[in-house]
Nanobody, 119 residues
């Protein structure tokens, strides 16, 4: 199993920045990729960004391209999401998740961290 703990959420004004962190523990040697998802009140959970554990590939939702950057530190078993130019519509609970194989789904999830962007 892999355990995930997110941190770094908070309240920020529109146009501001936040950096989310996700600490992984357990079977980290089995990680293929890690991703960030978010869920706003009354909405379904949506994909935000992902990165392979090797760091050779990243992907982003169109809504965050050019504003958010995902990165990882394998030595620390950490994944980060730098969020700039935040908008009120970015308000959501942000979740970190792990894929253990190229053909697997996101198998493990953290409990989430709240991000609130005020206008």
């Amino acid at each position: 199993q892999v355990q995930l703990v997110e941190s770094g959420g908070g309240l920020v004004q529109a146009g501001g920045s936040l950096r989310l962190s996700c600490a992984a523990s357990g079977r980290t040697s089995s990680i293929y990729a890690m991703g960030w998802f978010r869920q706003a009140p009354g909405k379904e959970r949506e994909f935000v960004a992902a990165i392979t554990w090797s760091g050779d590939a990243t992907s982003y939702a169109d809504s965050v391209k050019g504003r958010f950057t995902i990165s990882r530190d394998n030595a620390k078993n950490m994944v980060y999401l730098q969020m700039n130019s935040l908008k009120p519509e970015d308000t959501a609970v942000y979740y970190c998740a792990v894929r253990l194989g190229i053909r697997s789904n996101y198998d493990y999830w953290g409990l989430g961290t709240q991000v609130t962007v005020s206008s």
